[in-house]
């Protein structure tokens, strides 16, 4: 009997896919992965994933399904990879997404090790995604998890191929409303557990404050200048802003006026109209491709500069470093540095990379 990991976050999702590998026959070990205690990030747990309530509907579950169940303390490397890594872009003015850091470097980089410890021969977990084996190419191809409002394939383009040749989302090819049903269906304790919201460690959304109080300091304050350097006031700190903001900024001007960069250089945050957030290409570093081996030449694609935004056409061009350059047929609002660009052919990921600057 193939033996497979189940990773459970103690939610839904994750535990109607451990009940339907289950009856897919396969040899089961459910593992819940301990990131981080509420108590050292300075919140409750009422809406965070990964906590010790969530271990527990998770092991209910696995009780429940007959399953093996495991707590693995990957906390110190959460913090190195996840958090700081967090805190590190807030503080040279980008905006992370910390959800693809946690699936990169913890759900199919720890629990791949844990995996092959155990002896399974797949990592099993509740993404709305799917993969598939091309023969003409012979590459494992990323696609969309068919509920387009539960797609998940944004996150995890920086898959690799021997991680996609190992890995299941048996929810890929069902809706949120199916997977509540059948959990139900099966008596599961978490069929109508909220969705956690945010971002886990961040879970009131505050992440300025957090930040804060993870490097034990504050952010200083500085200028809002225009797009000619001419002061408009001053700001609270860098790491309050993002690109696109307009709510929160704290200074009174004639006109509405939105974040359109952010210099940790020289500790500013330029401010400008609407129109001013429109560019129609930029250029992404730490590039992963899933599609293809490597980008020859030109390429016709749709690409999403941010999670849940709708694609849009576009041509990326490969630079001589390894990074990439996407021109957009139409300019595209708020290109946020930090933020991932993924690239699409229909439902298929191509790959992505990190935004390193819109222009």
Request: with cysteine.
């Amino acid at each position: 009997m193939t033996r497979a990991l189940i990773a459970m976050s103690g939610g839904v999702d994750s535990s109607v896919a451990a009940l339907m590998m289950k009856k897919s026959g396969y040899e089961c070990i459910g593992v819940t992965m301990k990131l981080y205690d509420n108590g050292e990030i300075g919140v409750c747990s009422d809406h965070t994933c990964c906590s010790v309530e969530d271990a527990e509907d998770a092991r209910g579950v696995a009780s429940k399904l007959g399953m093996p169940f495991y707590v693995y303390n990957f906390a110190d490397k959460f913090r190195e990879d996840v958090i700081e890594r967090f805190v590190d872009a807030y503080l040279h003015g980008r905006t992370p997404n910390p959800c693809i850091d946690c699936n990169r470097y913890l759900k199919f980089g720890e629990l791949f090790s844990k995996a092959r410890e155990l002896g399974c021969e797949y990592v099993v977990t509740g993404h709305y995604a799917r993969t598939e084996y091309n023969h003409e190419s012979g590459r494992y191809l990323l696609k969309k998890g068919l509920d387009p409002k539960k797609d998940q394939s944004y996150v995890l383009y920086s898959m690799t191929q021997e991680q996609l040749a190992h890995v299941k989302f048996p929810l890929g090819s069902i809706t949120k409303t199916e997977t509540r049903k059948i959990a139900d269906e099966a008596g599961l304790g978490t069929a109508q557990k909220n969705e956690s919201q945010d971002i886990c460690f961040v879970p009131d959304g505050k992440y300025a404050e957090f930040i804060e109080r993870f490097m034990g300091r504050k952010s200083p304050e500085g200028d809002f200048v225009d797009e000619e350097g001419n002061v408009l006031g001053r700001h609270r700190g860098i790491i309050r802003y993002t690109v696109g903001q307009r709510k929160h900024l704290g200074i009174a001007l004639q006109k509405p006026a939105y974040v359109c960069s952010v210099d940790p250089e020289k500790n500013t945050v330029t401010l400008g109209s609407n129109e001013d957030l429109f560019v129609k290409e930029l250029t992404a570093g730490d590039v992963n491709f899933i599609a293809i081996e490597k980008l020859e030449g030109p390429l016709e694609v749709t690409a999403r500069v941010r999670y849940h935004q709708k694609e849009n056409p576009a041509v990326v061009y490969p630079l001589d470093d390894g990074r990439i350059r996407l021109e957009f047929k139409e300019p595209q609002r708020a290109v946020t540095p930090g933020q991932a660009v993924v690239m699409y052919d229909g439902d298929t990921v191509i790959g992505g990379g990190v935004i390193e600057q819109g222009g």
